[in-house]
């Protein structure tokens, strides 16, 4: 097969959250600082994009304000 992987040759360890989360960890230890800029960048307009950080600010706005406004 040219050097492609059959799935029972795959790796199975990132199957897990903590396999998931090593798996990331060294993903991103192996980049650059730079990448490592673009990637938050991407991320950063990734979300601006579906709207979640103004979602989570309205949130925290909505839950500060009815702290204030509690007797």
Not at 5 to 30: F, K, M, N
Not at 36 to 48: F, S, Y
Request: aromatic share 8%; no cysteine.
């Amino acid at each position: 097969m040219n050097g492609e992987r059959r799935p029972a040759d795959a790796d199975w360890s990132a199957g897990t959250y903590d396999g998931l989360r090593r798996a990331q960890v060294w993903a991103i230890a192996g980049l650059t600082p730079q990448e490592r800029r673009e990637w938050l960048d991407a991320a950063l307009g990734l979300a601006e994009g579906s709207g979640a950080p103004a979602r989570v600010r309205a949130g925290r706005s909505w839950a500060a304000s009815s702290q204030w406004g509690a007797p």
